[in-house]
């Protein structure tokens, strides 16, 4: 694959490269490629979750609360 880029974009990624954070522009590409995918897919599971039904249980105060108590009387 043979990716054309302006001339400012080409430049970045050439100085990403001479900086020494990567051995080669493909590299470069190959990583924001993957940071593109674990975006989106956190992105498609946050949507999943806020579309999915409210649990039965309870987060609040009293519950957390308990939490703490139950964890001071490990110490």
């Known amino acids: 694959m043979n990716i054309s880029l302006p001339e400012p974009l080409k430049s970045f990624?050439?100085?990403?490269?001479?900086?020494?954070?990567?051995?080669s522009s493909s590299?470069?590409?190959?990583?924001?490629?993957r940071k593109e995918q674990d975006r989106v897919r956190l992105r498609e599971?946050?949507?999943?979750?806020a579309a999915s039904p409210l649990s039965?249980?309870?987060w609040d105060a009293?519950?957390?609360?308990?939490?703490?108590?139950?964890?001071?009387?490990r110490k």
């Not at 990624?13 to 051995?23: I, K, L, P, R, T």
């Not at 519950?63 to 009387?73: A, G, I, S, V, Y």
């Open 13 to 23: 990624v050439d100085s990403q490269v001479a900086d020494g954070s990567y051995s």
């Open 27 to 33: 590299e470069y590409m190959r990583e924001l490629l």
């Open 45 to 49: 599971l946050l949507l999943e979750g």
């Open 56 to 58: 039965d249980n309870v």
């Open 62 to 73: 009293e519950h957390f609360e308990k939490l703490r108590k139950r964890l001071r009387e």
